[in-house]
């Protein structure tokens, strides 16, 4: 927004300039940052909140890269595209190649930036020709989750917990409800999982927000972080904003749009900015269990397995159930083994009432 924020006064706490105080100064022409006369070089350069993050994890520095995105800004890809090659250093990264180098060594940017149709000869030498720009980025991205991924682990005391979660009701409910239902409209579990998880953090605030500066700093705001595996590798997590607060048919419909526009690269800068806790669901993929590190500055992740039918005793009868793994990762810093039970139990009881979901 062009705000020079070292001339806002935050209203966060200790003084922390929030979003809203930076929407509120861009409104007001005092507060943008004056544009550079003498010295060019030196300005701040204008890039999302990722993009800085991942910039300071992979040592890429800002003012070198070229901005794709709104008014010239520095966004992810264009860090990720920036990124030398594995094993080279950065002053090496526009040295020249040898034409058969392998694809582990080819510089993204200067690979060819769609695939080749099928049975047309592509251009490039033997030795690079499954190299693509997307490989490319998708290796820059795996380093940045390997190095944010250590840095958490190193950080942040994780505990974990895990319970199997009785969805006898909701599965029942949900196919019911479905029959009535055309089928682009119809729910999958995944939303019911969802909003439980989303209702449990507003009720369990140790479970949803920030560890900065040496505290836990809450959030009034249940902005859910939703776990989207991309076609050329690597993850991302942007967030389904106030999911505590939507209906299941309007989080199924912002689900569609986010994992849509996640995998086509077209999210906003506030969507991978600011979820203040993380659901990982690999249950699609035959997983029983999930047991995710925590994406700093948040204090914890919760992860769900595949929907399984199994024995269930029940009041001294036994019979076949639908249930599903959910287990916590949690920051021991903010909160404990009780608070994190507590949590999932909520988690648990929310599903036996879906149709107050």
Do not use: C
Request: charged share 20%; glycine share 10%; net charge neutral.
């Amino acid at each position: 927004m062009g705000v020079d924020v070292g001339r806002i006064s935050g209203s966060g706490t200790d003084g922390e300039v929030t979003r809203a105080d930076v929407e509120r100064a861009a409104a007001a022409p005092s507060t943008r940052a004056p544009e550079p006369a003498t010295a060019p070089e030196t300005h701040r350069v204008r890039s999302s909140p990722l993009a800085r993050r991942l910039a300071a994890e992979l040592g890429v520095q800002l003012s070198a890269v070229t901005g794709t995105g709104p008014g010239g800004a520095v966004t992810e890809e264009d860090v990720l595209a920036a990124v030398p090659p594995r094993g080279r250093p950065a002053k090496e990264a526009g040295a020249e190649k040898p034409a058969a180098a392998p694809p582990s060594e080819a510089q993204p940017v200067e690979a060819p930036t769609v695939e080749a149709p099928r049975g047309t000869p592509e251009e490039e030498p033997p030795g690079r020709k499954r190299t693509t720009a997307a490989g490319g980025k998708a290796e820059s991205l795996r380093q940045a989750i390997g190095a944010l991924m250590s840095r958490s682990k190193k950080e942040i005391p994780h505990y974990y917990l895990s319970t199997t979660l009785d969805l006898a009701a909701a599965m029942a409910w949900m196919q019911a409800a479905n029959q009535q239902r055309p089928v682009s409209s119809r729910l999958v579990p995944s939303a019911l999982l969802l909003k439980a998880t989303a209702l449990a953090a507003k009720e369990e605030p140790d479970m949803n927000g920030f560890f900065t500066k040496g505290a836990f700093h809450p959030s009034s705001a249940v902005h859910l972080g939703v776990a989207v595996a991309l076609r050329h590798g690597g993850i991302v997590a942007p967030a389904v904003h106030h999911a505590d607060t939507l209906s299941l048919d309007q989080l199924m419909d912002q689900l569609r749009d986010l994992v849509g526009r996640a995998r086509a690269g077209r999210l906003q800068r506030a969507e991978m900015a600011d979820p203040t806790i993380t659901v990982t669901n690999l249950g699609d993929l035959g997983v029983e269990s999930v047991y995710g590190v925590i994406y700093p500055p948040q204090v914890a992740m919760v992860g769900f397995g595949k929907v399984l039918e199994q024995p269930w005793a029940h009041n001294g009868m036994l019979g076949i159930r639908h249930a599903a793994i959910a287990t916590l990762s949690a920051d021991h810093r903010v909160s404990d083994g009780l608070r994190g039970g507590r949590f999932l139990a909520r988690i648990d009881e929310l599903l036996q009432a879906p149709e107050k979901l």
